[in-house]
């Protein structure tokens, strides 16, 4: 696991962006795993900024989600779909052609999860992964104590996190109570998993994160097992790291042509 620590969001975003731009280079039709919520926001405007200015193609980019409400339609503006649209396939000048996602208005959600499951393999794998953290260590929607071997399955929020995510609506009765993820096994067979965490209310889980054992209790603790998984966060998210200032000197002292 390589940690890298940021002065802030914005700067956080702009290497995230700059790592996205260089895997499109490289490989044009990457498919790209997109997260949901305020954190990744600076990653996709920064890289909206390339594309808009001519610095990236990113016409033949595909997009993938990470995961879904259940049991909201697909047009409501607060599933993940629309707001992937709104705020990554739009900016980016993308069609929804390019974008897959799991059904979270199937009648039969096991079914749609295990297609979803099936369908990132059948096309090709995710390249590379963005991910947020909760302030208890969750990925997607991977709870505590989720399996480290899951795959793409329904889950049931914690009270937390309807709480956490009742900004979005106009009541908390409205934030549904479950949703589908992406497991953590189907999160650790990305090629490239990329967290980003800002702010002092993520340090805690970031620590555990890099520095805890690996256990379920804090699921984000599973990346430490990926051969190519990087933690991105700003200096308030870094500061209950024990080997900031090793993490630090690292980073400065890496060859150029490794890359993110």
Known sequence: MEVVIVPDAAAGG????EAIAALIARKPDALLGVATG?????????????VASGAVDASRARICQLDEYVGLPAGHPESYR???????IEPLGLSEASFMGPDGSAEDVQAACEAYDRALAEAGGVDLQ??????????G??????????????????????????RFFDDIEQVPHHVITQGI???????????LATGEGKAEAVAQT??????????????????????????????K??????FRATYAAKPGWQGL
Do not use: M, W
């Open 38 to 50: 305020s954190t990744p926001l600076p990653i996709y405007r920064a890289l909206a900024a390339k």
């Open 14 to 17: 702009e290497l995230i962006a």
């Open 82 to 88: 629309s707001v992937v649209l709104r705020e990554v």
């Open 185 to 195: 096994g189907t999160i650790l067979d990305s090629r490239h998993p990329i967290l």
């Open 241 to 246: 790291l024990k080997l900031a200032d090793y």
């Open 210 to 239: 890099v520095e805890g054992p690996v256990a379920s209790i804090v699921p984000a603790s599973a990346l430490q097992l990926h051969p190519h998984a990087t933690v991105v966060v700003d200096e308030a998210a870094a500061s």
């Open 130 to 139: 963005l991910l947020g953290i909760g302030t208890d260590g969750h990925i």
């Open 141 to 166: 929607f991977n709870e505590p104590c989720s399996s480290l071997a899951s795959r793409t399955r329904i889950k049931t929020l914690t009270q937390q996190t309807r709480v956490d995510n009742a």
